[in-house]
């Protein structure tokens, strides 16, 4: 059994690696307007969302570069994340079946650093983190992130995860080699899922976390052709909510013993007219202790 000093130690060694990893320039982002299939949404765009104008992202004082992650963006991409979500703690639930899989493990990696998050992603990007042109593919079950970063540097500024989630309500684990172990209900249909869009604390307030969000969309809907797409979000984290809500997002359901506390609000968002409504959606929910959420009435 390792002490508790020296797993602080490895814990270290581990970060020192990992900001050993981040001079590789985050320049390797493939741009969205190479793509033929994303340059339509990227010319579009510029009107929905200043943030992305071109003149915006080429400004001498600050480039940046909007483009899909590849392999040795990882370790900037997960900088950004991980100081978004550094306040997130790990909690599985007390007699469910991760907590005693994962007794013994569960106080190590507590929160999340750059090092978990970074091999987080690799293991969820798979071998679309080699392909990045093939964005459009639909039906493949690894991660695509679309992230903005300064052309000049390492540092991201902002990033967005879509992957194909069974849409059943249950929020995806910290641990992601045992995802695939967790419970699942057949009839729940497989649906784009959003995950881990953030913003560097001094860049928010800008829009890129709405144009992010119209990028994950542009791809479920247009590119990957499917009618609804799927989040969680914190019950506490307000502003995550309302820019939801002002993007068209309905809630679900309520999780109370999700993985991470405080509560989590499972969200999904109609993209063509043949979605199924809020009763259908419901119908999928997994578990009992996910509780359905009404939407308030409009003022």
């Given at each position: 059994?390792?002490?508790?000093?020296?797993?602080?130690?490895?814990?270290?060694?581990?970060?020192?690696?990992?900001?050993?990893?981040?001079?590789?320039?985050?320049?390797?982002?493939?741009?969205?307007?190479?793509?033929?299939?994303?340059?339509?949404?990227?010319?579009?765009?510029?009107?929905?969302?200043?943030?992305?104008?071109?003149?915006?992202?080429?400004?001498?004082?600050?480039?940046?570069?909007?483009?899909?992650?590849?392999?040795?963006?990882?370790?900037?991409?997960?900088s950004v994340i991980a100081e978004s979500f550094s306040s997130v703690v790990v909690n599985t639930p007390a007699g469910s079946w991760e907590s005693t899989a994962l007794d013994g493990v569960a106080k190590v990696v507590e929160t999340y650093d750059v090092v978990e998050y970074s091999l987080g992603l690799r293991?969820?990007?798979?071998?679309?983190?080699?392909?990045?042109?093939?964005?459009?593919?639909?039906?493949?079950?690894?991660?695509?992130?679309?992230?903005?970063?300064?052309?000049?540097?390492?540092?991201?500024?902002?990033?967005?995860?879509?992957?194909?989630?069974?849409?059943?309500?249950?929020?995806?684990?910290?641990?992601?080699?045992?995802?695939?172990?967790?419970?699942?209900?057949?009839?729940?249909?497989?649906?784009?899922?959003?995950?881990?869009?953030?913003?560097?604390?001094?860049?928010?307030?800008?829009?890129?976390?709405?144009?992010?969000?119209?990028?994950?969309?542009?791809?479920?809907?247009?590119?990957?052709?499917?009618?609804?797409?799927?989040?969680?979000?914190?019950?506490?984290?307000?502003?995550?909510?309302?820019?939801?809500?002002?993007?068209?997002?309905?809630?679900?359901?309520?999780?109370?013993?999700?993985?991470?506390?405080?509560?989590?609000?499972?969200?999904?968002?109609?993209?063509?007219?043949?979605?199924?409504?809020?009763?259908?959606?419901?119908?999928?929910?997994?578990?009992?202790?996910?509780?359905?959420?009404?939407?308030?009435?409009?003022?």
């Amino acid at each position: 059994e390792i002490e508790a000093p020296s797993l602080a130690r490895y814990r270290h060694m581990g970060q020192a690696v990992s900001r050993a990893l981040l001079v590789v320039s985050a320049e390797g982002l493939l741009p969205l307007s190479r793509l033929a299939a994303t340059e339509s949404w990227v010319r579009s765009s510029s009107e929905r969302h200043p943030a992305l104008d071109e003149s915006r992202l080429a400004a001498e004082a600050d480039p940046l570069l909007l483009g899909v992650m590849e392999y040795r963006d990882v370790p900037a991409v997960a900088s950004v994340i991980a100081e978004s979500f550094s306040s997130v703690v790990v909690n599985t639930p007390a007699g469910s079946w991760e907590s005693t899989a994962l007794d013994g493990v569960a106080k190590v990696v507590e929160t999340y650093d750059v090092v978990e998050y970074s091999l987080g992603l690799r293991l969820r990007c798979g071998e679309r983190i080699s392909r990045p042109r093939d964005l459009a593919v639909p039906d493949d079950p690894c991660s695509v992130v679309v992230a903005v970063a300064r052309t000049d540097s390492v540092d991201a500024v902002a990033a967005v995860e879509l992957r194909l989630r069974q849409a059943d309500g249950t929020a995806p684990g910290p641990f992601v080699f045992l995802d695939k172990l967790r419970p699942r209900r057949d009839l729940a249909p497989t649906r784009p899922y959003v995950s881990n869009l953030c913003v560097a604390k001094r860049c928010r307030r800008q829009g890129f976390a709405k144009a992010l969000l119209d990028a994950a969309e542009f791809v479920a809907g247009h590119l990957w052709g499917y009618d609804s797409i799927f989040l969680h979000v914190h019950e506490n984290n307000q502003a995550a909510l309302d820019l939801y809500r002002r993007a068209g997002y309905l809630a679900v359901a309520s999780d109370k013993t999700a993985y991470a506390a405080p509560s989590l609000i499972y969200h999904y968002k109609p993209l063509s007219a043949d979605t199924p409504d809020l009763a259908a959606i419901e119908r999928h929910i997994l578990r009992d202790d996910l509780f359905p959420v009404r939407p308030a009435a409009s003022s």
